[in-house]
């Protein structure tokens, strides 16, 4: 079972940006964001697989967001920029241990809101 741990989660005004970093415990193939609002369930962000490269984002996300990963220290990032109040969530970092594995091992969430 892969440990993920996240930070960088805080408060910030709409418009402004946040990054969150995700280590996971050893390699794995995928790494992913998901998020989940007071009262809603949780939904996916974006993911990215590096061998080959491949990222997908949600579509309130794209072009607002951006992630990344560092294969050398099993970390991801997640770039957010321009956010908006609606991005308000704790946002979760999960990994797909192996290509066609179902995402697994979420770590422990981290708040994010984004005052109006």
């Known amino acids: 079972q892969v440990q993920l741990a996240e930070s960088g989660g805080g408060l910030v005004q709409a418009g402004g940006s946040l990054r969150l970093t995700c280590t996971a415990s050893?390699?794995?193939?995928?790494m992913g964001w998901f998020r989940q609002a007071p009262g809603k369930e949780r939904e996916f962000v974006a993911g990215?697989?590096?061998?080959?490269?491949?990222?997908s984002y949600e579509d309130s996300v794209q072009g607002r967001f951006t992630i990344s990963r560092d294969v050398r220290v099993n970390t991801a990032y997640l770039q957010m920029n321009r956010l908006k109040p609606e991005d308000t969530a704790v946002y979760y970092c999960?990994?797909?241990?192996?290509?066609?594995?179902?995402?697994?091992?979420w770590g422990q969430g981290t708040q994010v809101t984004v005052s109006s």
């Open positions: 999960t990994a797909k241990i192996v290509k066609g594995s179902p995402w697994s091992g």
């Open positions: 050893t390699n794995i193939y995928a």
């Open positions: 990215i697989v590096s061998h080959p490269s491949s990222t």
